[in-house]
């Protein structure tokens, strides 16, 4: 059974920054493409960012470009988003994925976390 485990959610005022983690198992990290997802009240999910296997391909969404930064650390399994300039648009459940190639396709992600909640206030 694939397991992400995301954690670092948690509430922010605007103009601050977190940063999210996700680990899973070796045999899902070390293939696999990670992205995080994340899906507002009301809304439907929206791609945020991702990561290739070895890292050496990232992808945005043109609203976090710039203020977002994704990474991953192979000998830990776990993929990071660093989250700086928090807007209160950028509220939401943030999800980590797994998938075989970077996309801006959230249904190209096959494995999914439990998510964590981003609350910015302003």
């Known amino acids: 059974q694939v397991q992400l485990v995301e954690s670092g959610g948690g509430l922010v005022q605007a103009g601050g920054s977190l940063r999210l983690s996700c680990a899973t198992s070796?045999?899902?990290?070390?293939?696999?493409?990670m992205a995080w997802i994340r899906q507002a009240p009301g809304k439907e999910r929206e791609f945020v960012a991702a990561?290739?296997?070895?890292?050496?391909?990232?992808i945005y969404a043109d609203s976090v470009k710039g203020r977002f930064t994704i990474s991953r650390d192979n000998a830990k399994n776990t993929v990071y988003l660093q989250m700086n300039s928090l807007e209160p648009e950028d509220t939401a459940v943030y999800y980590c994925?797994?998938?075989?190639?970077?996309?801006?396709?959230?249904?190209?992600?096959?494995?999914w976390g439990q998510g964590t909640q981003v609350t910015v206030s302003s």
């Open positions: 994925a797994a998938g075989l190639v970077p996309t801006l396709v959230v249904d190209g992600y096959r494995f």
């Open positions: 070796r045999r899902t990290f070390i293939n696999s493409a």
């Open positions: 990561i290739s296997g070895s890292g050496g391909n990232r």
